[in-house]
């Protein structure tokens, strides 16, 4: 039987008679076009482009991966206050209130981006990208908010893409998929019509060659200077002891952010770090005034056919130089109390979190105490699952689990007030979430860990470590720099790549 190569029209104008929204798309063969390249042609420096592919285990790459360029809608909100641009390609400015409260907003926005989908496409397609950064918790949480918000980010940045490109690495083939939304349809022919446009100048541009990367006359290194001056994380430490001490917490995790010049573009950046550090998450999001490149190695919620999850990572050695001193890391991290305690504190909040949105008797942990390996640590991990309860959407999912335990701390709520206290500044995207609505009501979303911010020339990272009653400042210490670590070296190897002139191969 011969597989669907293209969209059945009649099928479309069926669902944008009824009023419900449709996508147009073909297939074709893409052994000779990678994620990369298509990238290189068609994404365009901060208009709210993306590109989400996955590495799963440390070594496999994922099937799927996922470009999506031209937006025509971009949905922005700070603290309870969200706009929102219908008119993003023509006039940048033209935002404009959105009613209700912020998840409100959001929440019609994720109902009026579900589409009908075709069986024939794949399963990953995302029509709603971008990023939540960890203040977004004071919309389900009465918490203080630091001042200071240095990188001056939105709390929470989306983007429905025109055009969406699915490469699929089992089949060599590549989706090319443009969204009819049913308020831009009343004229069926036209809207067709203009969606053919966009998917041909999309193939128009995969058909040609790779565009020239300009360069920067000069190029510093790229080396991380803290921001917290010397020894006030130590003291940071210590008063999250103190509190540990009083009964007020089990565990609080404590981040500080590096900065380093950076001025190169997001994907000269991107295309290091998947090599360093190929991860679960994988994403460059070249947003208005700022992009975010990550190699996230955790889950922070799915929904996929009905089902939740929830993928605690928590314990952390460095990788071993050889494999013999990697068992070794291996071993003493499986056996040290404190990392085990840490884990189990944090397991047990993963079950706890799904099952706020789970149906009654549904929540397993169908992995627990397993190591999983990336290219600078190696972490223990579980994994938690439960049937979404049906008077629940992905929304209640994903605020369920927000922010991560791995990233907060136990009990929840007082560990983020003990952040905002001892914290000198906003977190902005890290411990945030970077993820997608999908047409059919699905969503996939990571924290925001291993992540640059680059905004006007330079590379801002953050990374932080779970500190507990017997915590060693100075290991804590470490472990922020070594979970940066990866980050560093991608900047390091963008920059000497363009120095040698190899920037564009």
């Not at 981006?113 to 029509?127: E, I, M, Q, R």
């Not at 000069?218 to 010397?230: C, G, I, W």
């Not at 770090?273 to 994988?282: A, E, Q, T, V, Y």
């Not at 314990?315 to 003493?332: M, Q, V």
Request: hydrophobic share 45%; glycine share 8%; proline share 7%.
């Amino acid at each position: 039987m011969t597989k669907a190569r293209a969209s059945d029209i009649a099928a479309i104008r069926a669902s944008l008679d009824a009023g419900r929204s449709a996508l147009l798309w073909r297939k074709q063969i893409a052994d000779t076009e990678t994620p990369i390249s298509a990238a290189l042609k068609l994404m365009q420096p901060e208009r709210g482009d993306f590109l989400l592919e996955s590495v799963e285990g440390g070594s496999v790459r994922g099937r799927f991966s996922l470009l999506g360029i031209a937006p025509d809608l971009v949905f922005r909100a700070e603290g309870d206050k969200a706009q929102l641009n219908r008119h993003w390609q023509t006039d940048r400015a033209a935002f404009t209130d959105a009613p209700g409260d912020t998840l409100a907003a959001l929440r019609a926005l994720v109902e009026e981006c579900k589409a009908d989908t075709d069986v024939a496409l794949p399963p990953a397609l995302a029509c709603l990208v971008g990023h939540f950064g960890y203040e977004t918790i004071g919309l389900v949480e009465k918490l203080p908010r630091p001042a200071p918000n240095p990188l001056d980010m939105p709390d929470m940045l989306f983007v429905r893409p025109t055009v969406i490109l699915v490469f699929d690495r089992l089949e060599d083939a590549l989706y090319l998929v443009a969204p009819l939304w049913k308020e831009k349809s009343a004229d069926i022919d036209r809207a067709l019509d203009e969606a053919r446009d966009r998917l041909d100048a999309a193939a128009a541009r995969l058909a040609g060659p790779l565009p020239e990367q300009p360069v920067p006359d000069s190029l510093e290194d790229a080396q991380f200077t803290p921001v917290l001056p010397a020894g006030r994380y130590e003291e940071m430490v210590n008063r999250a002891k103190d509190y540990i001490f009083a009964g007020d917490i089990f565990q609080v995790v404590l981040a500080q952010r590096f900065t380093a010049p950076f001025p190169l573009p997001p994907l000269a950046l991107y295309r290091a770090l998947r090599r360093i550090n190929p991860s679960p998450f994988l994403y460059c999001l070249d947003m208005p005034g700022f992009s975010l490149i990550g190699s996230s190695p955790e889950i922070l919620v799915r929904v996929r056919d009905g089902e939740v999850t929830i993928r605690p990572i928590a314990g952390t050695r460095p990788r071993g130089k050889t494999a013999a001193e990697d068992a070794a890391n291996r071993d003493s991290l499986l056996a040290d109390p404190k990392e085990r305690a840490e884990h189990l504190m944090l397991l047990d909040l993963g079950r706890n979190d799904v099952g706020r949105v789970a149906s009654a008797g549904t929540v397993t942990v169908t992995d627990s105490y397993t190591i999983e390996y990336y290219s600078h640590v190696m972490h223990i991990v579980s994994n938690v699952v439960g049937r979404l309860d049906e008077k629940k959407d992905a929304l209640d999912a994903l605020f369920a689990g927000f922010p991560a335990g791995t990233v907060s701390g136990a009990p929840k709520v007082r560990a983020c007030e003990i952040i905002a206290e001892l914290e000198p500044e906003t977190r902005g995207a890290y411990a945030g979430g970077v993820g997608y609505f999908s047409p059919d009501g699905n969503m996939d979303s990571c924290i925001v860990l291993r992540t640059a911010v680059l905004k006007d020339g330079v590379m801002h990272a953050q990374a932080g470590a779970g500190i507990v009653a017997d915590s060693d400042p100075a290991y804590e210490q470490r472990e922020c720099e070594a979970k940066s670590g990866a980050l560093m070296a991608a900047a390091k190897e963008a920059v000497e790549l363009a120095r040698e002139g190899r920037y564009g191969q």
